[in-house]
T-cell receptor, first 115, second 113 residues
Framework: EAQVTQNPRYLITVTGKKLTVTCSQN?????MSWYRQDPGLGLRQIYY???????DKGDVPEGYKVSRKEKRNFPLILESPSPNQTSLYFCASARGAGASTDTQYFGPGTRLTVL | AQSVSQHNHHVILSEAASLELGCNYSYGGTVNLFWYVQYPGQHLQLLLKYFSGDPLVKGIKGFEAEFIKSKFSFNLRKPSVQWSDTAEYFC???????????FGTGTRLKVLA
């Protein structure tokens, strides 16, 4: 089944404790992206990747890191989480950015709470 | 900077009522426009998108949207909603040829049976 998976689905952590949220897709998509969803703010793009080893900042990259060493995986790293990073995080992937290729497929979301 | 406005945050309709959700964006160049939907307990999924050509685009489940360039709008419509349309709807904009997406704040639609 074609899908985007995220782990963990729920995470409660404390300020400053490094964490990684994994994202994996099995559709051989070139494009992957991370979003956070907050009440009243909608989805905001954190980072995106156009292909292996190619990443760029979205609108809200501060406090986050990403890497794209393999096509299928795009982990989101919080080196020193803070309470303002408490949010619902979504990973998405797409074949590309063109008219026929840019439909994004979203993962189930990761609800992160930073105490 | 680009922005997307969805003016209706919460909408409540009865079944068979007509739906129109507003979406306006601010960007002067060529854009690609999308509506995504999140049904309760499900992943976000694409409803429809506009890249070029006919400004009236049709999507899944009877939804359609009209791109009006002069108004910077991409409103979503459905002539007759069903209870199963209860969901959160997001408008999104992408500068053509790029990978940066800007989403609106979302509209929660509740359809009463």
């Amino acid at each position: 089944e074609a899908q985007v998976t995220q782990n963990p689905r729920y995470l409660i952590t404390v300020t400053g404790k490094k964490l990684t949220v994994t994202c994996s897709q099995n559709m051989n998509h070139e494009y992957m992206s991370w979003y956070r969803q907050d009440p009243g703010l909608g989805l905001r793009q954190i980072y995106y990747s156009m292909n292996v080893e190619v990443t760029d900042k979205g609108d809200v990259p501060e406090g986050y890191k990403v890497s794209r060493k393999e096509k299928r995986n795009f982990p989101l790293i919080l080196e020193s989480p803070s309470p303002n990073q408490t949010s619902l995080y979504f990973c998405a992937s797409a074949r590309g950015a063109g008219a026929s290729t840019d439909t994004q497929y979203f993962g189930p979301g990761t609800r992160l709470t930073v105490l | 900077a680009q922005s997307v406005s969805q003016h209706n945050h919460h909408v409540i309709l009865s079944e068979a009522a007509s739906l129109e959700l507003g979406c306006n964006y601010s960007y002067g160049g060529t854009v690609n426009l999308f509506w995504y939907v999140q049904y309760p307990g499900q992943h976000l999924q694409l409803l429809l998108k506009y890249f070029s050509g006919d400004p009236l685009v049709k999507g899944i489940k009877g939804f359609e949207a009209e791109f009006i360039k002069s108004k910077f709008s991409f409103n979503l419509r459905k002539p007759s909603v069903q209870w199963s349309d209860t969901a959160e709807y997001f408008c999104a904009v992408k500068e053509s040829g790029t990978y940066k997406y800007i989403f609106g704040t979302g509209t929660r639609l509740k359809v009463l049976a």
